[in-house]
């Protein structure tokens, strides 16, 4: 079966320090993986994405997110969190033609 | 880039009405278009997926009466939320995929429906 999992519900950060928030998935077929952020109240900003190729993606606001197939793991990371990181974030896999299965999403909270 | 917009994005209504929420992509065509429904801190669930010129199709607990779909044209598809109950307050989001295969969905900035 699908899924995706985000083992870490909330995450509490100081300003300038690193993050990374973990994602493993399950899927059938070769994933596309996908990274979002959502503010209170927004819609879905999409931070990253994997097909295939490289396994080190780059994405906005300084995000990268490594994809380990033998691990099925998607984590994100940003080496210096800035406050205005603090947001949930979602990680999705997805296939062409199908819906996405989302996680259950980590909030951040960044700490002055 | 690929835009989708979704109106309105707030609405308030008395239990018992319907409500009818609009997911437009704007500079692409999308065959094929998803309607999510996101409660307050929890993640996305898929309500239904929804195919230019056919039937919706359903995911297994909602109920596609109350929940009409309507994917008239290949930038439009409608959400009809009927005789709307409070329980049915949500946050509600339509992505659409393009049609070209380019595989990314795109998503709108969502609708807050309020019933009260």
């Known amino acids: 079966a699908q899924s995706v999992t985000q083992p870490d519900i909330h995450i509490t950060v100081s300003e300038g320090a690193s993050l990374e928030l973990r994602c493993n998935y399950s899927?059938?077929?070769?994933?596309?993986l996908f990274w979002y952020v959502q503010s209170p109240g927004q819609g879905l900003q999409l931070l990253l994405k994997?097909?295939?190729?490289?396994?080190l993606v780059q994405g906005i606001k300084g995000f990268e997110a490594e994809f380990k197939r033998s691990q099925s793991s998607f984590n994100l990371r940003k080496p210096s969190v800035h406050w205005s990181d603090a947001a949930e974030y979602f990680c999705?896999?997805?296939?062409?033609?199908?819906?996405?299965?989302f996680g259950t999403g980590t909030s951040l909270t960044v700490i002055p | 880039g690929a835009v989708v917009s979704q109106h309105p994005s707030w609405v308030i209504c008395k239990s018992g009405t319907s409500v009818k929420i609009e997911c437009r992509s704007l500079?692409?065509?999308?065959?094929?278009m998803f309607w999510y429904r996101q409660f307050p801190k929890q993640s996305l669930m898929l309500m239904a997926t929804?195919?230019?010129?056919?039937?919706?199709?359903?995911e297994q607990g909602v109920e596609k009466d109350k929940f009409l779909i309507n994917h008239a044209s290949l930038t439009l598809s409608t959400l009809t939320v009927t005789s709307a109950h409070p329980e049915d307050s949500s946050f509600y989001i339509c992505?659409?995929?393009?049609?070209?295969?380019?595989?990314?969905?795109?998503f709108g900035p969502g609708t807050r429906l309020t019933v009260t």
């Open positions: 899927y059938g077929a070769t994933p596309y």
């Open positions: 929804s195919n230019e010129g056919s039937k919706a199709t359903y």
């Open positions: 994997y097909f295939s190729g490289d396994t």
């Open positions: 999705a896999v997805g296939a062409l033609g199908n819906q996405f299965y």
């Open positions: 500079d692409f065509q999308a065959t094929t």
């Open positions: 992505s659409a995929e393009g049609r070209e295969g380019v595989y990314e969905q795109y």
